[in-house]
């Protein structure tokens, strides 16, 4: 039996983005090129994450923390480096991802499910549990582009937490939605890592969730790896470092 579920080895991800130019020069300097700044929002990342670990990703805004996700998760291709699933399931919750905004909720469950591999039958079986879940009412009929952030979180949340994968990616939703839907989401997703062979990462701010839930929290800073360890210890230092 394979120990690891996730290797990520020697990971590099880059944005271009523009420098900002003046009006003055960009109208009256045609000789002037485009100016390209390389972000790197991954830099050098390495890490195993052992099958049916719970790893806790935290780090200020823009430290590579959604851009690793979505690299595990197969959305965006390395600049350089491997990622290794094992032949593992996954699926990425995260808000506005995976959705077609003109399909209503309830077309969006079967190409989810589909995406992530499973049978029209098997969605089929699962489809009325993930209705009653995401608890939208008559919007599950409606296209997906009329609906609010929390609708839309809620049934994101509800096609990952009920067809099953072997990873779970989860990034920023565990917050989102009323005060109801908070409790029920965090209530199932302890429910759903407590499975033995189920390995989850969650990428959050919150220091109290990445505490309870977690093995493991890694600390992204400005793409790279600051510190990696007990929940207890790097949320110490995460906070203080960021009491500064």
């Known amino acids: 039996m394979e120990k ?3 290797t990520v080895d020697d990971l590099h991800i880059s944005y271009k983005g523009l420098k900002k ?3 003055r020069s960009t109208f009256f300097n045609k000789k002037n090129k485009e100016k390209v700044d390389i972000i790197k929002a991954v830099n050098g990342v390495s890490l195993k994450i052992e099958k049916g670990k719970i790893l806790g990703i935290i780090g200020k805004n823009g430290s590579g923390k959604s851009t690793m996700l979505r690299a595990i998760a197969g959305i965006f291709s390395p600049d350089k480096g491997s990622i290794n699933l094992y032949g593992n399931s996954i699926s ?6 995976g959705f077609n905004k003109k399909l209503t909720g309830r077309e969006n469950i079967y190409l989810s499910g589909l995406l992530l591999g499973f049978t029209e039958d098997e969605i089929r079986k699962k489809e009325k549990q993930i209705i009653d879940f995401a608890d939208i009412g008559k919007f599950i009929y409606k296209p997906v582009r009329m609906y609010s952030t929390g609708m839309h979180s ?4 509800a096609i990952t937490a009920i067809l099953e994968t072997d990873i ?7 917050s989102v939605g009323d005060i ?7 209530n199932k997703m302890k429910e759903l890592i407590s499975a033995e062979h189920r390995t989850v990462i969650i990428v959050s701010h919150s220091t109290e969730n990445l505490k309870e839930l977690c093995d493991e929290v890694l600390w992204l800073h400005n793409g ?17 470092f960021m009491g500064n």
């Open 224 to 240: 790279k790896i600051k510190m990696i360890g007990k929940p207890e210890e790097v949320l110490k230092k995460y906070e203080e």
């Open 168 to 174: 779970m990616l989860i990034d920023e939703v565990l």
């Open 180 to 186: 109801q839907f908070r409790k029920k989401s965090y």
């Open 21 to 23: 130019m003046s009006i």
């Open 154 to 157: 809620k049934l994101a949340f």
């Open 4 to 6: 690891y579920a996730i």
């Open 92 to 97: 990425l919750l995260s808000i506005g991802v």
